[in-house]
C-alpha cells in the first residue's frame, strides 16, 4: 500500500499542512493511519480525496458543506466543475487521479477538455508539464510505482504522436532540417516529441531518433542527413559533470552546426556551453527562435 505523509499531500494539492489539519481536527474530511511507531500517513483515497475538495473550495465551496457530502457526490460536483469550468489546477488534479488509478477513461477526459478550452499546445505547457512535475514528486517520494509512471507517460506519448502525425507534409520548399535526439541512456522522450511537434507545425523538415542515441550515431546521421540544426533533451541520463564536456565533443564533432539543449539538467545550471550549443529554457523560449530561423 503506498502511503504519504502531509507534506506529500501539501506538495501535491496545494493545500497548506496545517489547514489539513484542522479540517481533520475540526470536520474529519479524512482521517490519517499510523505506524506501529504512531506516525500518521494517508493512503491513495486520501490523497484523491484531498485533490477533489482543493477543487470545490477553490470555486467557493465550504469546507463545511464538503464535509457533508459523501465520496461521489464529492466526485460529482468536481466532474460537474472540470466540464463547466476546467481551471488549470483541477484539471491537472484530475491527471494525477487518473495516474493513481491507472484509468485511461479518466485521463482522456480531462485531457480532451484541456485541448479544447486551452488548444493543443498549452494543454502541454499548462497541464501536462506541470501534471508531470507533481507526477516527478510522487516518483521521487517513492509513492508511485513503475507500472503508473509508464501507464501514464505512454498516454500522453501517444496524443503527442497523432498531434505530430497530424502536421501537413511535406515541409515548406527550402525548409531547413533538425536533427531530435535523446543522448545515450536517456529515456524521458516527451519533452523531445513536444519539438518534434512545434517543428513539424511550422513545416521544418525533422529527423526524430528517439530515445539513448549513441554519441557516434548522431554525429554520423547529422554529416550525412546534412542536418542544419540539432537539438536534444538532458533529464536523468547524464551525471551533471558529464554534461559539458558530452557537449563539448559534441560542438568540436559538429562545429558548423547549431546545437540546441533543453531539460532540466540544462537550464537549472550554469553551464559554461561552446559557442554553437544554445540553451533553451522552455517551448516558450524556443518559439521565436523557430520564427528567425523559418
Known sequence: MIRYSITDLEKLSGIKAHTIRMWEKRHGIISPSRTETNIRYY?????????NIS??????FKISRIACMDGETIKEKVREISGTHGDHETLINNLVVSMIDMDDDVFVHNFNTSVLKLGFEKCITHVVYPFLEKAGILWLTGTINPAQEHFITNLIRQKLIVAIDAQPEPARSGAKTFLLFLPGQEMHELGLLFYN???KKNRFRVIYLGQSVPFDDVVRVA??????????????????????????????????KKIFVTGL???????????????????????PVIERLK
Open 55 to 60: 477543487t470545490l473550495n477553490r470555486y467557493g
Open 265 to 287: 539538467q540544462v537550464v537549472e545550471k550554469d553551464l559554461k556551453l561552446p559557442v554553437n550549443v544554445q540553451a533553451i529554457k522552455n517551448t516558450e523560449e524556443f518559439s
Open 197 to 199: 511537434y512545434l517543428l
Open 223 to 256: 554529416k550525412f542527413r546534412k542536418a542544419d540544426f540539432l537539438l536534444t533533451y538532458f533529464v536523468t541520463a547524464l551525471k551533471q559533470k558529464e554534461i559539458s564536456p558530452y557537449l563539448k565533443r559534441m560542438s568540436d564533432a559538429l562545429p558548423d
Open 43 to 51: 493512503d491513495d483515497e486520501d490523497l484523491k480525496k484531498i485533490l
